[in-house]
């Protein structure tokens, strides 16, 4: 009965924990927006996160669209050693006022691509500098992503957010805008150093909830382990 009992717990200790590396698997794989949040009207620094999640190949490329229905008037890069940058500028269809003035074409895409040897590597990710400004007065601006691997793939991230709150499949980095006054949180700051890193030391990209969830979930089957083995070595002893 006991031996039941433990291989019993030993497969629900075997299922849960393929449950947490099943959920931290492809948590940090998104292309994201960091900080995901900032204010109407103001100038910010953003960061692309491009995490390489492919296990052979390497990110040679990301290219991000900058939407032109409430166009930003001043997008500046900071250059990431390897990598050289490009953007496109379209003309406005109507041009736009702004606290610096009208505007006529605005910038619509970057595109960034690697050197041969500063590759996005497997396991590795790298981040990307961007100053925006003045924002525009909207509730958020889909940043809709295209990373090209050295093996031809293109994911496209380029899903925009459900009305229903879930996560779709490929899911656009996405700025959150609130009114000056509501929230002054995500205020620009000096910029840090661009260094490609390992990704497993990735902790600041919005999952902070599902590493709770994550903790629990492990802290519960150690739980019910210690628990187990407390009870098949009272039952030793009483035998």
């Known amino acids: 009965m006991k031996r039941s009992l433990l291989g019993r717990a030993g497969v629900v200790a075997a299922v849960a924990a393929a449950a947490v590396f099943a959920v931290a698997g492809p948590a940090s794989a998104h292309v ?3 900080p995901n949040s900032a204010t109407q009207g103001a100038y910010t620094k953003v960061s692309f996160r491009v995490p390489t999640e492919s296990d052979t190949a390497s990110t040679t490329k ?9 166009p930003i008037a001043s997008v500046s890069l900071k250059p990431v050693p390897g990598w ?3 953007t496109v500028t379209t003309k406005l ?5 702004t606290d610096d003035g009208e505007i006529s074409e605005a910038v619509s895409k970057i595109t960034w691509t690697a050197a041969k ?10 981040e990307f500098d961007v100053s925006l400004g003045p924002l525009p007065k909207t509730n958020q601006i889909v940043f809709k992503a295209l990373q090209t691997y050295s093996d031809g793939t293109i994911i ?3 899903d925009e957010p459900t009305t229903d709150g879930s996560e779709p499949e490929k899911p656009a980095p996405v700025l959150k805008l609130t009114a000056a006054g509501a929230d002054t949180a995500a205020g620009s700051g000096s910029a840090p150093t661009v260094t490609t890193v390992a990704a497993t ?5 919005g999952n902070g909830g599902m590493a709770w969830g994550i903790a629990g979930l492990a802290a519960g089957v150690i739980a019910l ?6 009870y098949r070595r009272s039952g030793q002893k009483s035998a």
């Open 32 to 34: 994201t927006v960091n």
């Open 84 to 86: 050289t940058a490009a």
């Open 201 to 205: 030391k990735d902790s600041d990209d």
């Open 93 to 97: 269809a109507t041009p736009v006022k």
């Open 117 to 126: 040897g500063s590759e996005i590597k497997p396991g590795q990710f790298q």
């Open 62 to 70: 990301l290219e991000v669209n900058i939407p032109t229905d409430a």
């Open 156 to 158: 496209r991230w380029i």
């Open 225 to 230: 382990v210690l628990g187990l083995l407390a």
